[in-house]
């Protein structure tokens, strides 16, 4: 199947920084890519809908000033969490769906961050 | 989006036993989609359902859609240590995926 490559898959940075988190469509072109976040033993919560060359769509609840999502290409969406804190520890995922429509999603492998 | 709940959360199964997860809708869905989730990694796609009343099988698993599709079903039979995991299922609206809380399983052989 298609592969969504996901870097860092483990960062630990300090209260105060940003963390950028990349995910790239390695052999197929995604128009949109999906963001969620996992906390232990919980399931997937999608934070935000990131369309390639517009603004990215954000759930409710979910701070677009605090997750800046920005999807330059067909194949790269980033998440930034900006002045991170320990809340913000958390399993971040992204996944994306082929540009024709095929059905099934396909997932990064997942960002660990650490905010310490 | 869509709100599905799944239940059982924990499923502890004696290996080579069988078991069931559900998940339900209080709205009809368009589709629901299955994925496996192994204990540190990403979610995998299993399958999708589509039609009322479809049941679909894959080796020891079988997925089955409802009749009014609001609810779906995966039962596994002879449960292996590989089939340790957690297992979700997914309705799509508006192209997104909202996921059930999941199934968590743990083999003890």
């Known amino acids: 199947g298609a592969v969504v490559s996901q870097h860092p898959s483990r960062v630990i940075c300090k209260s105060g920084t940003s963390v950028k988190i990349e995910c790239r469509s390695l052999?197929?072109?995604?128009?949109?890519m999906f963001w969620y976040r996992q906390f232990p033993k919980q399931s997937l919560m999608l934070m935000a809908t990131?369309?390639?060359?517009?603004?990215?769509?954000?759930e409710q609840g979910v701070e677009k000033d605090k997750f800046l999502i920005n999807h330059a290409s067909l194949t790269l969406s980033t998440l930034t969490v900006t002045s991170a804190h320990p809340e913000d520890s958390s399993f971040y995922i992204c996944s994306a769906r082929d540009a024709l429509g095929v059905a099934e999603a396909f997932f990064g492998q997942g960002t660990r961050l650490t905010v310490v | 989006g869509q709100q599905v709940m799944q239940i059982p959360q924990y499923q502890h199964v004696q290996e080579g036993e069988d078991f069931t997860t559900y998940c339900n809708s209080s709205t009809t869905l368009s589709n629901i989609q299955w994925y496996k989730q192994r204990p540190g990694g990403h979610p995998v796609f299993l399958i999708q359902l589509v039609k009322s009343g479809e049941v679909k099988k894959q080796k020891r698993l079988t997925f089955q859609f409802g009749e009014a599709k609001k609810n779906s079903s995966l039962h596994i039979t002879a449960t292996q240590t590989t089939d340790v995991g957690t297992y979700f299922c997914?309705?799509?609206?508006?192209?997104?995926?909202?996921f059930g809380a999941g199934t968590t399983v743990t083999v003890r052989a």
């Open positions: 990131s369309n390639e060359g517009s603004k990215a769509t954000y």
């Open positions: 052999d197929f072109q995604a128009t949109t």
């Open positions: 997914a309705a799509t609206s508006d192209y997104k995926l909202s």
